[in-house]
């Protein structure tokens, strides 16, 4: 089809996760002309462990609608769902999917194979060879093609290692033996469903001790005191927290210092309901795997301290690193012209990236906003500013 029989469109946004969802529910109440592609909630229904529970508390788990129609508490309420805290994870898929039929009820399942950059706009091509021309495109696709696999494991077959973001089917573990590499909520959590599983299960975590969060309650039950210290967001210590839920302050903060405040956030940790369904756990912190051969009995790791385990299969809850140069779709000539920082896309208000009518929004912004932007409740700041930003830009022309 040549350029000037494409179908067209002023905003495309890619990806139907929270942030894709909220982006588009917000520009389409501004006035809009704006199309969604992608499975709804794919990521949360396919790549996360089943039986997962929400670490973010039920307030800061709405996906933000510009009209406050499309809550948590409402989907619960319409469906017969009793409100639940912590929200196990086939709740929050169905409230996502419930959202997406309240507001965007035109999304396209289509997946997006490529976004090329023309003279004038940008040219979409669907999985099914259909192009599509837009003057902007909102990137939304989430962390998934970004999971850290440590070298040690790369020899090993997918049936000897696999990731946590595989959203393994945990009962296929019953009666094996499974090393849960990491220290963080997908590893600890990973670790408590296979014990109850009935796996046998060893957590390597390489950080000294374990950390739990909340393990101060009282710091919450100080009335305007914890106010002035938390947000409700609950992302990062007292404090930080309160900073993090500024993500236009967290901006102009230097870069180096912001780095350190997001890593300090987000920093591995369990949630407090952990410790006790992983009291029969075993847990070997400071300790790292330096090697991971198969031989016929499993898979022999060979850790720092120069002792060995014997598993039938590791599991990696090493977690993600953002690196947009994973995402296919960006086609080679864009990729050139993005500038990035560490495998973040440099962005400016508006989460403008450094080509014009690119932006990026979720975690790949969280180099610039902060780690706000790893979480769903980033999602009401992130579709306000760019909603708005987008239509000033629209009107100014
Ligand atoms: C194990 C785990 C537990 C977590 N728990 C929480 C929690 O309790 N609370 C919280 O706030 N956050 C949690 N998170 C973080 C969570 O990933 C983000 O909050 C949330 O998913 C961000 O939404 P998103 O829309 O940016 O990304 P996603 O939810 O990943 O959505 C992006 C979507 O884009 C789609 N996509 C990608 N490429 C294309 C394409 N080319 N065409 C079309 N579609 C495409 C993907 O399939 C995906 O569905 C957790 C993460 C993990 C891994």
Request: net charge positive; hydrophobic share 40%.
């Amino acid at each position: 089809m040549s350029q000037g029989k494409m179908a067209a469109c002023e905003v495309v946004v890619l990806g139907a996760g929270p942030y894709g969802l909220a982006a588009a529910a917000h520009l389409k109440k501004a006035g809009m002309n704006v199309r969604i592609f992608g499975r709804p909630m794919k990521f949360w229904a396919e790549k996360m462990p089943t039986g997962m529970l929400l670490r973010s508390p039920r307030i800061a788990s709405n996906i933000s609608d510009p009209i406050h129609r499309a809550t948590l508490d409402r989907f619960e309420v319409s469906a017969g769902i009793q409100p639940r805290a912590p929200i196990p994870l086939e709740t929050f898929v169905e409230y996502g999917r419930w959202f997406q039929r309240q507001l965007l009820p035109d999304l396209d399942h289509r997946e997006i194979v490529s976004v090329k950059h023309t003279e004038e706009d940008f040219v979409i091509s669907l999985e099914d060879g259909v192009l599509i021309r837009s003057k902007k495109v909102v990137v939304a696709a989430g962390i998934g093609p970004f999971q850290k696999v440590p070298s040690e494991f790369a020899s090993l077959s997918p049936s000897q290692v696999s990731h946590c973001y595989q959203g393994c089917e945990i009962r296929n573990f019953s009666g094996k033996r499974v090393a849960v590499i990491g220290a963080g909520q997908s590893a600890l959590e990973s670790a408590a469903l296979l014990h109850e599983a009935e796996a046998s299960v060893e957590v390597l975590a390489r950080i000294p001790a374990l950390r739990w969060i909340g393990q101060h309650p009282w710091l919450h039950r100080m009335g305007p005191i914890s106010s002035a210290l938390y947000s409700t967001h609950d992302v990062g210590p007292a404090g930080i927290s309160r900073l993090v839920a500024a993500p236009n302050i967290m901006r102009k903060i230097p870069l180096s210092l912001r780095d350190r405040i997001r890593t300090r956030a987000v920093r591995p940790a369990g949630s407090q309901w952990l410790p006790a369904r992983l009291q029969n756990v075993k847990l070997s912190s400071g300790r790292f795997v330096t090697a991971a051969q198969a031989n016929g009995h499993g898979v022999e790791l060979t850790l720092d301290d120069g002792s060995r385990r014997l598993v039938d299969h590791v599991l990696l809850g090493t977690g993600y690193s953002v690196d947009i140069t994973r995402y296919g779709f960006l086609s080679p000539e864009l990729m050139k012209q993005l500038v990035l920082m560490d495998g973040y896309p440099k962005l400016s208000r508006g989460f403008c990236s450094s080509i014009e009518g690119l932006h990026f929004i979720g975690a790949t912004a969280a180099r610039t906003f902060g780690p706000l932007l790893y979480f769903v409740a980033g999602t009401e700041f992130t579709s306000k500013q760019l909603a708005s930003y987008l239509v000033r830009k629209g009107s100014n022309r």
